[in-house]
């Protein structure tokens, strides 16, 4: 019999290494553990989400809305948001069990995003400056207006059918 | 069998063995997960863009403030967190599938499947009543001198700015009998709409008070082009996992995973799926939180 080692001899011919995994080595205890403590977790967040969301809605509704409370409360969900996809990546994707060579494949391409976001958002910014500085009818027609008194302000902002 | 020893003590990369430790399958699962989320990145940024290009954009809360059987009830953020629960509880019937497949426990497979399948079915259902009270919602707006009853479209967007007192009484001027009518049945019910239908339009102009009304400019047009092109393509993901599901449920009903001695499809369909589920989050934060 020849001593060449094959690799795929006890297992079926759609996987080619054996040292691929096809049962899972954590036991049934710690897995429910796991994934209930995520689907808390998840569940949590976006409930947090929701409540500064309808802070956001309050603070629009006021009488002096701060530009810069809603910027943060808006800032402060992106980055919970970024959690929440965090924790369904690596808890409820298996990415986290992964081997490290694996996961920089995936994660790394996605740096891309860093500077996608960045320089698109900022293009479209600078547009909006330069088109207020040199079309004034631009400005003018789309700039939202301060003229609403205390008696304009919607009880049920556009509810209405 | 001094080889095979040697072959198990190799490098990652010096061959004989997956570098990644992962079925080729599942491999090219992540990578085309990964292009797909640079669809969805792109789309997303692309809106941002055109968002940050404008003076005035519609507020979320304003625009998704309607629940079904809630009539006219301003409930803003109700329903898509609804819709929001709905997807994150899928994704974890979802990983209790692929469990249950690592543990080869077809019935355990079935059965979480199919809550899975609910899930995405429940979802859509809940979609399709947004966008068709979105379409066919009739919402007084300013719109070219005169005031007209539209609803969100690609076309037009009914919640642009408030309009000005002085404004909506110059408008009125210029509106149909028919709006008008419509107009005033929308928040006085001491009149029926036939009898509304036979006053004249001095009467009915007579009736409206145009501080009253909250009558809105005609806002960003890109608002309805985006918002409907990016969540019917994650729509689309939906329904497409949703069939992804359903071929699954067959197959691990003909036991054609059991024979194949490995539940490895499900793990391939489970990482679309919670995929899904990933995208709706960022969806979720660019057109309902933010």
Redesign the interface.
């Known amino acids: 019999m020849s001593t060449h080692f094959d690799p795929t001899q006890h297992i079926s011919s759609s996987a080619a290494y054996p040292e691929v995994s096809f049962y899972e080595h954590t036991d049934d205890a710690t897995f429910k553990k796991k994934v209930r403590k995520t689907t808390i977790l998840l569940s949590v967040i976006t409930i947090i989400e929701l409540a500064i969301g309808l802070a956001i809605y309050t603070i629009h509704k006021g009488e002096n809305p701060s530009a810069l409370l809603v910027l943060m409360f808006k800032g402060a969900v992106c980055i919970l948001t970024l959690a929440k996809a965090y924790y369904i990546v690596s808890v409820f994707m298996h990415l986290g069990d992964e081997i490290r060579n694996m996961i920089m494949t995936i994660v790394v391409p996605l740096m891309l995003f860093i500077w996608f976001i960045i320089a698109f958002i900022a293009d479209g910014n600078s547009y909006k400056n330069l088109r207020n500085k040199y079309d004034k009818h631009f400005q003018e027609s789309t700039m939202p207006a301060k003229h609403h008194s205390a008696e304009e302000k919607p009880a049920d902002a556009g509810g209405k059918q | 069998?001094a080889?095979?020893a040697n072959?198990h003590q190799t490098k990652?990369w010096s061959g004989?063995?997956?570098?990644?430790?992962?079925?080729?399958g599942k491999?090219m699962m992540?990578?085309f997960l990964?292009s797909d989320?640079?669809t969805f990145?792109?789309f997303l940024?692309?809106y941002?863009?055109?968002?940050?290009?404008?003076?005035?954009w519609p507020?979320?809360?304003?625009?998704f403030?309607?629940f079904p059987g809630a009539g006219?009830?301003?409930l803003?953020?109700a329903f898509v967190?609804v819709m929001?629960?709905i997807l994150?509880i899928s994704?974890?019937t979802?990983?209790?599938a692929v469990?249950a497949g690592?543990?080869g426990d077809k019935q355990a497979v079935v059965k979480w499947l199919a809550w899975t399948i609910v899930g995405g079915l429940a979802f859509l259902s809940c979609q399709a009543w947004e966008w068709h009270h979105l379409i066919t919602?009739?919402?007084?707006t300013l719109i070219d001198g005169q005031i007209k009853m539209v609803g969100q479209t690609t076309a037009v967007n009914?919640?642009g700015?408030?309009a000005?007192?002085s404004a909506v009484a110059d408008a009125l001027k210029n509106t149909s009998h028919e709006t008008l009518v419509q107009l005033i049945s929308?928040?006085d019910h001491s009149f029926s709409h036939e009898q509304l239908a036979g006053m004249s339009q001095e009467k009915l102009m007579s009736m409206v008070n145009a501080?009253d009304l909250?009558i809105?400019e005609n806002g960003p047009v890109a608002f309805g082009g985006y918002f409907y092109g990016i969540t019917g393509f994650h729509g689309f993901h939906v329904f497409s996992g949703v069939v992804i599901n359903i071929v699954m449920l067959i197959m691990t009903q003909k036991d054609i995973f059991q024979k194949?001695?490995?539940y490895?499809m499900i793990e391939k369909a489970?990482?679309y799926w919670?995929?899904v589920?990933?995208v709706w989050?960022?969806v979720?934060?660019c057109f309902?939180?933010?």
């Open positions: 069998m080889t095979t072959v990652w004989g063995k997956s570098p990644f430790n992962m079925e080729y491999l992540w990578y990964m989320a640079f990145g792109a940024i692309s941002g863009s055109i968002r940050f290009s404008q003076n005035f507020d979320p809360n304003v625009v403030n309607a006219h009830a301003n803003p953020l967190s929001t629960f994150i994704s974890v979802m990983v209790l469990h690592h543990k919602g009739e919402h007084a009914p919640w700015d408030l000005s007192a929308s928040h501080a909250h809105r194949r001695g490995h490895l489970g990482l919670h995929f589920d990933l989050v960022f979720f934060l309902y939180l933010i």
